[in-house]
């Protein structure tokens, strides 16, 4: 006898929610490796003088690291509405809470308060401010400190413009993928959880 449907979603739910754990816990070490990597390099390039060309590795390192925390976030937010949207209909069959409301998931209790909030609630300030501190803010402050010195040298201004470029791309990426909402499409974790195409008719 095989198993029912609501098994398959229930199994599907929990492999989605420990996924969006994992990505929860990379996205949490991405800002300690961020952390150690300014204490690291800002510690040796301050240390003499002839070491302050070293400040120039940390745009590249801190960009590189901002998008990685972009992706993990674009992980979370498909495996949330996969949730919200395909997986939490088997609430129907859950009893109402002890005030006698409806059982509300925590991605549909989340896309309901993002809603009514606006666009400049205080949990999204706080998140913004803490990117630009964490990876904005050291990064910024190498190329001032490296100005002078790039200018001085050809090799050295090609990788202080090439940082400044990679700096602003990787801002650009991250506040378009902030901004943008999830297409239906776009909300498939794997693709085996895709449902069949229908054939196309004649």
Same mark, same amino acid.
Request: proline share 12%; charged share 20%.
């Given at each position: 006898m095989g198993a029912e449907p609501s098994d398959f979603k229930l199994e599907a739910y929990k492999t989605l929610r420990a996924e969006i754990g994992h990505h929860l816990q990379a996205m949490s070490a991405s800002v300690g490796v961020a952390l150690t990597a300014v204490a690291a390099i800002g510690a040796f390039a301050l240390s003499k003088p002839d070491n302050r060309d070293a400040l120039l590795v940390l745009p590249f390192v801190l960009s590189g690291l901002a998008l990685v925390q972009v992706n993990h976030g674009i992980q979370i937010r498909r495996r949330d509405e996969y949730i919200r949207t395909y997986l939490w209909p088997?609430? #129907?069959? &859950? +009893? +109402? !809470?002890?005030?006698? &409301? +409806? $059982? $509300?998931?925590?991605? #549909?209790? /989340?896309? !309901? /308060?993002?809603?009514d909030q606006s666009a400049l609630n205080p949990a999204k300030v706080a998140d913004a401010v803490g990117y630009v501190i964490v990876f904005g803010f050291p990064s910024a402050g190498a190329l001032a400190l490296t100005a002078s010195a790039a200018w001085g040298k050809a090799s050295l201004a090609i990788v202080w413009g090439l940082a400044v470029l990679v700096m602003l791309v990787a801002a650009a990426i991250g506040f378009v993928v902030e901004s943008k909402e999830l297409a239906p499409s776009d909300s498939y974790p794997h693709r085996s959880l895709r449902p069949p195409r229908r054939p196309s008719q004649v």
């Open positions: 088997l609430k #129907e069959s &859950l +009893p +109402p !809470t002890s005030h006698g &409301l +409806p $059982v $509300v998931s925590w991605e #549909e209790w /989340i896309a !309901t /308060i993002r809603l």
